[in-house]
């Protein structure tokens, strides 16, 4: 179980090199330091999880599998659900077979008898049409300290709405311009001073993304993300014209 904010940041390279040197010398890598992270959304066929999402609302969830790196059928996944309430995040996980996973969330198949697996199985009961939604993938860099936070920086995410299994290779949309990178920091607590001073220096400031909500905008919605169009110039119009 987790319970944190989660902030996050779009960098681009400039930004980005500055952050990674101060990671560098203020926090250590994590036991996941460079991984290639694969996620199964589940949805329902109308994108009603995707919808609410964007539209910020108090409270929302999103169900997903997560793999770090390839895997066989046979292999454990992590089956998360995700719920975000007045800016606080908390997940809920469990570890199982990707085949059980997957034959239990489509409703083929029993799940744990744990809370964590009675609070999943709940959410599937509320969304009965719920199925795969979404194959969304990004590599990873993660950094972590003493104290309660977490920092990592994703690049090359890829999103794609056909084939959505996680034994198949990655690959899809872009879900972000070229030259961008996204910066996600996790705490329940404040920010350290010299982490302030770091965003306040490079002029980064906290946005809503979503990658799951953004994939949804400009793959199925075929709009261009409001974070996006506030870029430099240039920048929403690469998107516009790559969709």
């Known amino acids: 179980m987790f ?8 960098m681009d390279d400039e930004q980005a090199s500055a952050v990674k040197e101060a990671l560098n010398e203020h926090m250590r890598a994590d036991r996941y330091a ?6 199964i959304y589940f949805d329902t066929p109308s994108y009603l999880l995707a919808r609410r999402s964007i539209s910020k609302p108090v409270y929302k969830e999103k169900l997903r599998l997560r793999s770090y790196g390839s895997l066989s059928s046979d292999d ?30 489509c409703g083929c198949g029993q799940g744990p008898t744990t809370q964590i697996g009675q609070e999943i199985g709940y959410m599937r009961v509320r969304y009965p049409d719920i199925r795969p939604a979404m194959y969304l993938s ?16 994703d690049t090359n995410i ?45 002029r980064l400031y906290n946005s809503s993304f979503s990658k799951y909500g953004n994939a949804y905008k400009e793959m199925v919605l075929r709009k261009v993300p409001e974070e996006f169009i506030r870029l430099p110039t ?10």
Do not use: C
Request: proline content about 4%; glycine content about 6%; charged content about 30%.
């Open 3 to 10: 319970k944190r904010y989660e902030l996050k940041y779009l």
């Open 34 to 39: 460079h991984s290639s992270i694969r996620n």
């Open 76 to 105: 454990d996944v992590f089956v998360e659900l995700k719920k975000k309430y007045e800016s606080v995040v908390y997940k809920r996980r469990l570890t199982m077979p990707l085949r059980d996973a997957v034959d239990w969330l």
């Open 138 to 153: 990004y590599d990873r860099d993660a950094y972590s300290s003493g104290r309660d936070l977490r920092i990592t920086i």
């Open 158 to 202: 890829l999103a794609r709405t056909e084939d959505a299994d996680l034994t198949l290779p990655v690959g899809g949309h872009p879900v972000l311009p070229e030259g961008y990178t996204l910066m996600e920091i996790k705490t329940l607590y404040g920010y350290p001073a010299w982490l302030t001073s770091l965003l306040s220096s490079n």
């Open 234 to 243: 240039g920048r929403a119009a690469f998107l516009q014209d790559g969709m």
